[in-house]
């Protein structure tokens, strides 16, 4: 397939690597992608949630409409949470974290852009944790968790999409622009395995980045082709053993209906740039629910 077709076509056919069995709970490190940026992550028996986007409205119910948790998505797919923590606060990455807090009893750590959303759903205030990506860090578990401060990719044309603070308690359903990008930050995720770092929207800044090195980074794909150089700043800014695109799939379409990605991402045409890198990391394209399971 030639470079332009692989920037528009919808097909992932070929990318998909197997998934690993779900590990049991004692791993030191698994992940589980959702679909979008959202991730499970696994360690000693404690379930750590980033951006996890289950609800999965359609075209119609994004464009149309107003929208909300879905009650359902989230207990099928979140059997046990401890913790969610949220990169931005857009809907497709702050959506759910209130529903899973309220339905497991876990804590939120977001911006207040995405706690004001939690608030508006009702979550308990003990549960709430704010986040300022100063340096500051926080135990959850076998977890170690930093918000390191970053940007979002200005993908549209040269503009970020729903700019701006949630500056008030936010009440749904609610249309999807009512979710605003808020304070946008990269999680770095150390504990009793390798490290992780979640990079939710294709931006980095790679000052906030210095002295932080991650053995897996979790990466978004779409909206890369506004922001120069990203796979190969990420790289070199991280210097990762293991890439996991994510971001690139149709977050419009059901978690049990067969991937395709967003025109324009170019899933291929991001392996190729990842091969490219100096000490180039090793890829998992995971299918939709698929783990991977992480040895020191």
């Known amino acids: 397939m030639g470079q332009g077709q692989s920037r528009w076509t919808t097909k992932v056919d070929g990318l998909l690597g197997p998934s690993d069995a779900r590990p049991g709970d004692e791993v030191g490190l698994a992940l589980q992608w959702l679909g979008t940026a959202g991730f499970r992550l696994i360690s000693r028996g404690h379930h750590l949630w980033l951006d996890p986007h289950l609800s999965r409205h359609s075209l119609v119910e994004l464009t149309t409409g107003r929208i909300a948790p879905k009650l359902d998505n989230i207990a099928r797919e979140v059997d046990r949470a401890h913790a969610v923590m949220v990169g931005h606060s857009h809907f497709d990455h702050a959506l759910d974290a209130p529903a899973i807090a309220q ?34 860090s926080y135990d959850e578990g076998p977890f170690r968790l930093r918000p390191v401060r970053s940007q979002h990719s200005p993908f549209l044309a040269g503009r970020v999409p729903f700019p701006g603070p949630i500056r008030r308690p936010l009440r749904g359903p609610a249309p999807v622009w009512s979710w605003k990008v808020g304070q946008v930050f990269g999680l770095y995720v150390q504990g009793a395995g390798p490290s992780v770092y979640h990079v939710g929207s294709a931006d980095l800044i790679e000052a906030e980045m210095l002295g932080i090195q991650a053995d897996v980074v979790l990466c978004c794909t779409i909206g890369r082709h506004a922001v120069r150089n990203f796979t190969q700043r990420v790289v070199k800014a991280l210097r990762p053993k293991w890439i996991v695109p994510c971001h690139w799939d149709q977050f419009w379409r059901p978690l049990d209906a067969p991937p395709r990605q967003i025109p324009t991402n170019d899933l291929a045409g991001f392996l190729d740039e990842v091969a490219a890198c100096d000490d180039a990391p090793q890829v998992r394209v995971l299918p939709l629910r698929g783990w991977a399971v992480f040895q020191p």
């Open 103 to 136: 339905l497991h009893g876990a804590r939120v750590y977001g911006a207040e852009d995405t706690l004001n959303w939690c608030r508006g759903y009702g979550v308990s205030a003990s549960q709430l944790v704010r986040i300022e990506g100063r340096g500051e």
